[in-house]
């Protein structure tokens, strides 16, 4: 992705967000599109301690669908066992207004999640696998061979008629296996690419990954797929534990990727990754993204009303930070007495 940011001027950039009139000096031509899955209301709301209305869902998927999202990850068709905060995946996806151009994914484990997701008419299968073998067990109850035999069997039986997403969880490190093999993740990928998935997306489900780590394996799975007709596309889902979310966003970019999820508020995490805490912001990745000139498709300013009502709709304060402080180009009335040391006061 080529970037062409005129930095001569160090003042306040302007993306596509910003309002009219800026100065000349300012101006930042867009830099490339990048999309963005919205998160929230799977990643986010599975580790919440307490059940979130079905209403409350449907009308936060609503208002998410009018913000410009490629995509929006609605909830799991996993067991309610497993994840009792979606259970009412069926009513969600029954009940929430679709808008065009935008894609409704879920998440499914195995092949009765796919059944109910083929029901509900789901536009895409996300299906999740963990690359660390012990997170897998933790998570899905089962080793990763069958892990994988049984989502084959889904992209089997599933034929074409929805396309596939495969999230690996893990790639950049697993909280009680420690270092998961480069090459582990690779193979991995391959072998769904090699089933005909339409894309895979790497997550850092565990928050370890920096951002050298990032480029690292982004380059090898580059590499790999460079040369295959049917390369994936490739979707980065980072978890900002411990502070290095947008940092790595930012590696991922400048290594070439356009497409990332994100989750509203900052919320999020895998309720079987220890000390997991919650996804890069949407809403202030998005911010940055648009503030270097990168062309993201989102009203940021429909995006943060949103966003300020995640700590009402969860009952608690969320991590985003843009949604408090305001976008940098929102500027605030100096108090009174700058205008008098000014001079300006009659
Ligand atoms: N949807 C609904 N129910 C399901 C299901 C699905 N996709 N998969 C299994 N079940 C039900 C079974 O019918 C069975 O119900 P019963 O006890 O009433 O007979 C029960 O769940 C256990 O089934 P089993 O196949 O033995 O599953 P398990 O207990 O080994 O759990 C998973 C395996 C994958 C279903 C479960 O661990 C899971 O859903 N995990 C999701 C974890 C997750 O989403 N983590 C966060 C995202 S990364
Ligand atoms: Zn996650």
Known sequence: MKKRIDLSDAGPPQGANAPAGGSAAHA???VGAIRFNEVATRDGFQIEPTFIPTDDKIALIDALSQCGYAKIEVTSFTSP???PMLR???????RIQRVPGVEY??????????ERAMESRADELNLVMSVSETHNLANLRMLREKSFSGLAEVIRLVDGRTPINVSLSCCFGCQMEGNVPLATVLSFAERFVNLGVRGLTICDT???AHP???QAVIAALHARFAHMANAPQLTLHFHNTRGMGLANVLAAVQSGIARFDGSLGGLGGCPYAPGA?????SEDAIHMLDAMGYDTGIDLGRLLDVARQMPRIVGHDVPGQVAKAGRILDLHPAPAYVAELRGETT
Do not use: C, H, W, Y
């Open 206 to 208: 565990t928050g370890m």
């Open 81 to 83: 066992k497993a994840i």
């Open 105 to 114: 994914t879920v998440l499914v484990p195995n092949v009765r999640g796919a």
């Open 277 to 281: 805490s919650g996804n890069i912001s």
């Open 88 to 94: 009412d995946a069926e009513e969600v996806m029954g």
């Open 28 to 30: 930042v031509a867009s």
């Open 212 to 214: 050298a780590q990032v």
